[in-house]
């Protein structure tokens, strides 16, 4: 046994902070997400909630592979990324229960977060629609001559709409630093990709237009950094685009109101086994990474956080009405790009 935990010991890539921001970020979510099932079961937070418990990973491992600075724009499943990107608890949990103190003064709700300080451009809730808004914004950092990229990112879901073929098309003719992912989770909705796709692994789409392409695990957040970083190298280097395909898992129904009776209880419960936190938890442990009373104090300290983010939500006002007329159009010239 001694012997095991020494080879094991070898393989680690990188230092402690690391592992222990991938924890501490996918253990910040799953207790946001968990709490934002509470409320909503309690009728505090109304409307379309889609949770990101499972696809932790994804979100841990590009925070630390990408840049600050770099833009990022994905789907309606949202609430992990933004969370991860620098968006804090009691922001985005004010912003579910439609508050002034929200990440969108309240307007925008579970499918629309939105931070100029933190480079996050949503959260958007038609599905596919972020696509060429990334290629977009992907063009606008190559027009100032930036060294940054934008990763947009969409479901597999997604990946059927016509906007993805056009946006690859124009991002590699005109060489755009952008990263696409796509966070395969087997359903769009309840529609496993099996029964919409001749093409069931999804990042080969990429080789119709010569572009980069590879799949990830995405129940792992140093597999996920690591794809990232070759990816955001490429791009850096005037390449041109890339694509990740990361497959990972939902653990929860597309929405709350979903049963997600499409699938087998022993499917979701092989999936649970491959957890991502659980996995990490046992790896920094067996390496000595950290110990048992530390992650019990790491995981109350999230607690607590929810806990205080509520408390906060709570007791924020909700927008004043005129507020309905403000924050409708841009008034000046691309203030988000600055």
């Not at 709490?35 to 109304?46: D, P």
């Not at 300080?117 to 930036?146: C, H, L, M, S, W």
């Amino acid at each position: 046994m001694a012997d095991t935990k020494t080879a094991t010991k070898t393989t680690l890539k990188f230092d402690r902070d690391t592992y222990h921001t991938w924890l501490e970020t996918m253990l910040r979510i799953r207790r946001f997400e968990e709490r934002t099932l509470m409320m909503y079961s309690k009728q505090k937070i109304r409307g379309f909630c889609h949770v990101y418990i499972g696809q932790e990973a994804i979100a841990a491992g590009m925070k630390t592979a990408i840049r600050q600075e770099d833009a990022v724009v994905t789907a309606y499943r949202q609430h992990g990324t933004a969370i991860s990107r620098g968006l804090t608890s009691r922001e985005c949990m004010a912003e579910l229960y439609g508050k002034q103190t929200g990440a969108n003064k309240g307007k925008g709700g579970s499918m629309h977060f939105f931070s100029k300080k933190d480079r996050y451009f949503g959260g958007n809730g038609i599905v596919g629609a972020q696509i060429p808004i990334g290629t977009g914004i992907a063009f606008a950092e190559k027009y100032r001559g930036t060294d940054l990229l934008c990763v947009t990112m969409f479901g597999d879901g997604a990946a059927r709409q016509g906007a993805l073929y056009e946006s690859f098309n124009m991002a590699m003719t005109w060489k755009l630093p952008v990263l696409y992912i796509c966070e395969n989770n087997g359903y769009a909705m309840g529609t496993s990709v099996e029964r919409t796709s001749n093409v069931k692994d999804l990042y080969k789409i990429g080789s119709a237009f010569d572009m980069p392409s590879e799949p990830v695990n995405g129940m792992d957040p140093e597999e996920v950094h690591i794809a990232l970083t070759r990816a955001a190298e490429h791009i850096r280097s005037g390449k041109g685009p890339y694509y990740l395909e990361i497959k990972t898992y939902r653990y929860r129904g597309h929405s709350v109101s979903d049963p997600a009776k499409y699938r087998t209880k022993d499917e979701l419960q092989h999936y649970k086994d491959l957890d991502p936190i659980e996995a990490l938890k046992s790896k920094m442990l067996e390496n000595g990474l950290i110990s048992t009373d530390e992650i019990q104090a790491l995981d109350d300290e999230m607690k607590k956080e929810m806990d205080d983010a509520v408390e906060f939500a709570e007791n924020s006002p909700f927008p004043d009405p005129s507020e309905l007329f403000t924050d409708n159009y841009v008034q000046d010239d691309y203030p988000f790009l600055t």
